[in-house]
């Protein structure tokens, strides 16, 4: 720069464009490239503090709902029961957590028809219970065995329908999480440094930013040490996990509903118990201690991920 403006001031200035006679003009002003940045950052520094602002905020809340939000809570106790029933009998059988990565892939592990997920299954655990908690309907009355059984068959189906809803809306109370999943840690950590070295006037604004930033970034990093262990390289990637997760859920409870639709126009003439066979379920029964194993799939994909 400094040798182009001398060649400028060798040029006769009738032979100089608009553009160089500014520039020439320019330097002559004391610490123009100085003036003109801070300008910038005054014009600029509203809108990057409240930016920042909203991202601590965001990660903030992101941080509340993954170990606030009870549904999600017990999903994950429900794969974890899941795998130790599955995994009984082996070293990984008594597992007391499991890192989050799992979660992407219990989609993967069939069930004895080669069509059910892990997920399937877990869900299909979950929401009869879920049903019977948020249900005010009390249990029909034994007026006729085939009538008290049809009964009894179409309460269940409602109570499913029930905890379905409740499991599907489980998208809708981590927000902050998807929002926190898109961020880049990185730039919000640059972008923080940037604003805190440009001025010393907004010293205070720039402090309590800091502050934020720095608890905002410690308390992410305690809660992918409680669900996930260390992740140094990635400090958000626990909220990634969670979003691309919570997309295979909300397409699992879908085929879930329709299955169970499937099963109320099924269900108009069902056999009687003399006629029933005996099916053996695709994974073991959560709930049910006395139930024995029975699986083709395993959490064991030889990797660290297991339970």
């Not at 910038?40 to 993954?66: H, M, P, Q, W």
């Amino acid at each position: 720069m400094e040798l182009y403006i001398i060649s400028l001031a060798l040029v006769p200035p009738s032979k100089i464009g608009p553009a160089e006679k500014f520039l020439i003009a320019l330097l002559e002003i004391p610490f123009a490239f100085k003036r003109i940045d801070a300008m910038l950052y005054i014009v600029n520094f509203e809108s990057e503090t409240e930016y920042l602002k909203r991202s601590f905020d965001t990660l903030e809340a992101a941080r509340g709902e993954l170990k606030n939000t009870r549904m999600f809570l017990k999903l994950l106790e429900a794969v974890l029961k899941t795998g130790n029933r599955m995994n009984i009998g082996t070293n990984r059988g008594d597992a007391h957590a499991f890192k989050l990565d799992t979660l992407l892939k219990l989609v993967d592990i069939k069930g004895a028809d080669g069509k059910t997920t892990l997920l399937h299954f877990v869900v299909q655990e979950i929401i009869k219970s879920e049903g019977a908690r948020v249900s005010s309907t009390p249990t029909q009355s034994h007026i006729g065995d085939n009538i008290a059984e049809q009964s009894a068959f179409q309460d269940d189906l409602e109570l499913k329908k029930l905890g379905l809803q409740v499991v599907s809306g489980l998208s809708s109370q981590l927000i902050n999480v998807k929002k926190a999943a898109a961020m880049d840690s990185n730039s919000l950590i640059n972008e923080s440094a940037e604003v805190a070295s440009g001025i010393t006037k907004a010293e205070k604004e720039i402090t309590e930013i800091q502050s934020h930033g720095s608890s905002v970034m410690k308390m992410v990093k305690e809660v992918t040490e409680y669900f996930h262990g260390n992740s140094e390289s990635h400090p958000f990637r626990i909220f990634a996990v969670v979003r691309d997760f919570l997309t295979i859920l909300d397409q699992v409870c879908k085929e879930v509903g329709r299955v169970n639709e499937r099963t109320v126009y099924g269900s108009v003439q069902r056999p009687s118990p003399s006629n029933q066979t005996v099916v053996t379920p695709l994974f073991p029964v959560v709930n049910d201690n006395s139930s024995r194993l029975s699986h083709s799939g395993s959490l064991d994909n030889n990797d660290d991920d297991s339970f």
